[in-house]
């Protein structure tokens, strides 16, 4: 079992950029798979980015390509989440997520398939 913290949140102006971090408990934190998501109020959890148990395999939701990036510190328990450029429309309750993947090179893009989740850290992008 793994529990999931998240940080990082807070007010920026369009434009700016954030990192988000998820630190992790346990020992085996290396051999999940995680995620990002978001949600806004009235919507339903959105598929942010993704990564692999190694870090080797990354995958981002077509409206983060090019400005989000995930990473992974298997040696510090920490997943990351470098958003840039952000804008109004990237305001929301980010969530990490984790599951034990099938394949080595899994990463997963439907809220469905994660077992764990931390409580969220909001992001507010001002115009």
């Known amino acids: 079992q793994v529990q999931l913290v998240e940080s990082g949140g807070g007010l920026v102006q369009a434009g700016g950029s954030l990192r988000l971090s998820c630190a992790a408990s346990?020992?085996?934190?290396?051999?999940?798979?995680m995620g990002w998501f978001r949600q806004t109020p009235g919507k339903e959890r959105e598929f942010v980015a993704a990564?692999?148990?190694?870090?080797?395999?990354?995958y981002y939701a077509d409206s983060v390509k090019g400005r989000f990036t995930i990473s992974r510190d298997n040696a510090k328990n920490t997943v990351y989440l470098q958003m840039n450029s952000l804008n109004p429309e990237d305001t929301a309750v980010y969530s990490c997520?984790?599951?034990?993947?099938?394949?080595?090179?899994?990463?997963?893009?439907?809220?469905?398939?994660?077992?764990?989740w931390g409580q969220g850290t909001q992001v507010t992008v001002s115009s």
């Open positions: 346990g020992r085996t934190f290396s051999s999940y798979a």
């Open positions: 990564i692999s148990w190694s870090g080797s395999i990354a």
């Open positions: 997520a984790a599951v034990v993947p099938s394949s080595s090179g899994s990463v997963y893009a439907k809220s469905y398939e994660y077992d764990y």
